[in-house]
């Protein structure tokens, strides 16, 4: 048995999380989204508003009448159509709540919805009562709770509970509240409010300040027993609770938090994936627990310290949260014995020398490319093997190009270790290039095909160029990359020319 208090997880990303401006879902979006919610453990999915459209009334009725395990739930105004409606639509579930709510803060009470305080009081009775003729599981939420006078706030969160209520939820609406503050507030209402320990206390907390998921917890630790949260915080304004980051709270840190949730967080990653896709709304990279960065290393001293132990620089394991693995994004910032490990990975094990300059390459091109991607360094690996040994080495290039012309290049290789120059024009920039190359190395031998690939995407991905030379019928293919196209055609050029001196010595030898 856990010795761990069980907190429910109440997921509005339907409901509240819907009314995200652009969020809206449609109703096979919202059926699909019930089953990855349920199948993941929620135990209540608040699946929309049934009173606002027709829509929205039928999408909540068929996810009740498809739902196996989970409490559905549908919110409703302190108003009996809206109520209502609201019963139609849940009660084909298994487990259906009516979830009522009125303004309680006097702010909202002035001026939205112009009622007196004695006139909500009275509402809140009737509208719980109403939805308690219909369901058995009845929730009530003080709207603006946290900007609530805590007397008058008692005094309806009592009459909700004599009217029948089941869970009180103590909504943060406008994410006013800090977590001590909060905290303290759910205790006192505990504290003072008679039969307070009949009902399931829970929290619904915003994150205007970004404090929403500090705001949740600090209730749990003070009574709260039900979350409302919504999958990658979605929601009004700047949004909820963030499910995945309250449950992983609990679970990472049970030593000081000793709460447990019924969520597989196995399969965070793949719902938080699906609300994206839904929405529209792409998920922040640095975001807890499911951005694209939250298990990804770049810099080389975090690099160096996950390849010895991962606990160095992770306090969860990304298949806790259905991310298949932690990723070494190699980058400027990356180390020796990162990009060691990469190119091991790549099927590659230098010499100490070879990687060194490997390594110096790859920081080289880190410097003008944003992302280095495998296909980079294995071209830049492979572009550095082929290199060693050879006759000719490309040492630098200039190149005048664009309208105005002439087209020129200024060519620096060493040529048997002997630094050699040329400056050549050419009928635009690569003729030129391979005009100052024949300048310095004179040779016979033909240009048959010259190639150039993106080795990735991008407009600073590297050029992958190939040159085919044909000398008196002996052929050669040079192959080189580089961010620039005309370094790598200068490359690929002289690479194609020593490997075709290589096979020439060959046939002369034998
Ligand atoms: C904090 C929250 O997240 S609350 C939930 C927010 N969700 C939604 O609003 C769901 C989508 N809403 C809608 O589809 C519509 O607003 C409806 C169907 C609910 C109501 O539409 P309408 O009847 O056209 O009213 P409208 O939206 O213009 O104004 C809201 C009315 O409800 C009243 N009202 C607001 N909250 C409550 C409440 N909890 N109980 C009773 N009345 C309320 C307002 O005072 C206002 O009344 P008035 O028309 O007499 O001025
Ligand atoms: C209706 C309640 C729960 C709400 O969404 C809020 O106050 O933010």
Not at 184 to 199: G, H, W
Not at 414 to 437: H, M, R, W, Y
Request: hydrophobic content about 40%.
């Amino acid at each position: 048995m856990s010795d761990k208090d069980r907190i429910l997880i109440f997921d509005t990303t339907m409901r509240d999380g819907e009314q995200s401006p652009g969020a809206s879902m449609t109703h096979k979006e919202k059926l699909d989204l019930a089953e990855i919610l349920e199948a993941m453990g929620v135990d209540i999915i608040e699946a929309g508003f049934p009173n606002s459209s027709q829509g929205d009334f039928e999408a909540v009725s068929e996810i009740a009448r498809r739902s196996k395990s989970a409490t559905i739930c549908g919110l409703s105004r302190a108003t009996e159509k809206d109520i209502q409606r609201c019963g139609d639509a849940v009660r084909h579930a298994a487990r259906p709540r009516i979830h009522t709510f009125i303004s309680t803060s006097p702010v909202h009470m002035k001026h939205k919805l112009q009622m007196g305080p004695n006139a909500v009081l009275e509402a809140v009775g009737h509208s719980v009562s109403f939805a308690r003729n219909l369901v058995d599981d009845v929730e009530w939420s003080p709207e603006d709770a946290t900007r609530t006078e805590f007397d008058f706030l008692c005094k309806c969160i009592d009459a909700a509970i004599t009217s029948g209520a089941t869970t009180i939820n103590v909504p943060d609406t406008v994410g006013y509240m800090h977590p001590e503050e909060y905290g303290a507030l759910i205790r006192s209402l505990r504290e003072t409010i008679p039969n307070s320990d009949k009902v399931i206390w829970s929290t619904h907390c915003h994150n205007d300040l970004g404090l929403a998921v500090a705001n949740s917890i600090a209730g749990a630790q003070n009574g709260a027993r039900q979350i409302e949260c919504t999958i990658n915080g979605l929601g009004e304004r700047a949004g909820n609770a963030a499910l995945e980051e309250v449950v992983m709270a609990f679970k990472v840190r049970g030593d000081s938090l000793p709460f447990e949730t019924g969520i597989d967080t196995t399969r965070l990653a793949r719902a938080s994936q699906m609300v994206s896709r839904i929405t529209g709304f792409p998920v922040q990279y640095n975001k807890a627990i499911v951005g694209k960065n939250a298990f990804a290393h770049e810099s080389g001293i975090h690099q160096d310290g996950m390849l010895k132990n991962t606990e160095t620089y992770e306090i969860m394991k990304p298949e806790d949260v259905g991310v298949s693995k932690s990723s070494l994004v190699m980058g400027k910032l990356s180390g020796r014995n990162a990009f060691r490990d990469k190119l091991k990975m790549l099927g590659y094990e230098l010499d100490p020398d070879s990687l060194n300059e490997a390594f110096r390459r790859f920081k080289d091109l880190a410097d003008k490319k944003k992302h280095v991607f495998d296909d980079d360094i294995l071209a830049l690996v492979d572009d550095q093997l082929s290199a060693m040994g050879e006759r000719v080495a490309f040492r630098s290039l200039r190149v005048i190009a664009g309208s105005e012309g002439p087209q020129t290049a200024d060519l620096k290789v060493l040529v048997d270790g002997e630094e050699k120059t040329a400056s050549c024009q050419g009928n635009g920039p690569v003729d030129a290039v391979f005009n100052a190359i024949r300048a310095i190395v004179d040779h016979k031998a033909k240009l048959d095909l010259f190639q150039v690939h993106a080795v990735t995407g991008g407009t600073d991905a590297q050029a992958e160029v190939s040159v085919r030379l044909n000398g008196e019928g002996v052929m050669a293919v040079g192959r080189a990359s580089d961010p620039d196209t005309l370094v790598a055609s200068a490359k690929a050029y002289i690479h194609a020319l020593n490997k075709l001196e290589a096979r020439r010595l060959k046939r002369l030898a034998a």
